[in-house]
């Protein structure tokens, strides 16, 4: 078989057409980190935020409506760490907050207002841990595999929450065990990923409820869907 030789000027052009795409790939896949800093200073968990601590933390605020871009309440995150708890403080506008005094079942939450974080040793979704939480102290925790396999017979104990009610809307302060994701096999390398989310319900015209998502990232997808790996980023504890 005769081989034809290629033309060097179209090879050389190609190539850096592929390099190009490759590149923005790459550029595209790159990971958001938040840096969970260290404090040295005691958190009373009681949904106050009140410790001066608060003061030294990361603020997220750039929270998207990906499917509801109109949508202005604000979000915003902040998380610590003392080496033996992981803090994390929620602040929500919400002008209207649907949250039942009385519940059948914890898997109810998905049906109101909460907060959510979900974390895992890297993005693949293979094994992830998801807490779910509201204003009045309860909590939805369940194991995830992807895509949108739940065990919601998994309970994570090491986590304390409280929510309380504000002027404007509510907040939600949590501590999780450190060692407890360390057992889980979370954390690597003193970072690991991790997912933050909001679930703001709100009436329609027709006194329907109207589900809406937040999320401190984008995860690209048509539908409502946080359980996908675009939805993460690393947390990386500081020192």
């Known amino acids: 078989m005769k081989l034809s030789r290629r033309n060097p000027k179209i090879s050389g052009f190609i190539f850096f057409i592929i390099l190009t795409v490759f590149l923005i790939a790459c550029q ?3 990971t958001e ?3 969970v800093n260290k404090t040295g200073e005691g958190i009373t ?3 106050y935020l009140s410790e001066p601590a608060w003061g030294t933390a990361n603020v997220i605020d750039g929270f998207v409506y990906p499917w509801n871009p109109d949508r202005t309440q604000p979000v915003i995150f902040m998380a610590l760490h003392d080496g033996k708890y992981l803090y994390l403080a929620y602040k929500m506008v919400d002008d209207v907050i649907i949250a039942p005094d009385q519940i059948a079942g914890e898997q109810d939450l998905i049906e109101q207002d909460r907060v959510e974080i979900y974390v895992g040793p890297d ?4 094994k ?3 807490i779910e939480m509201d204003v009045k102290g309860r909590k939805l925790d369940y194991l995830g595999r992807y ?4 065990d919601f017979s998994w309970e994570f104990n090491d986590v304390e929450h409280k929510g309380l ?3 404007d809307g509510y907040q939600v302060e949590a501590a999780i065990s450190l060692q407890a994701l360390d057992d889980l096999g979370v954390i690597k390398e003193d970072a690991f990923y991790a997912g933050v989310y909001r679930a703001d319900f709100h009436y329609g015209q027709d006194s329907t409820v109207v589900h809406v998502y937040a999320s401190w990232l984008d995860p690209g997808v048509k539908d409502p869907d946080f359980h996908v790996p675009a939805s993460l980023g690393v947390f990386k504890l500081g020192k």
């Open 28 to 30: 595209g896949r790159k």
């Open 33 to 35: 980190q938040y840096i």
């Open 45 to 47: 968990v009681d949904g």
């Open 123 to 126: 993005d693949s979704m293979d």
């Open 128 to 130: 992830y841990y998801c």
């Open 147 to 150: 895509h949108r396999q739940f």
């Open 165 to 167: 009610y504000t002027d």
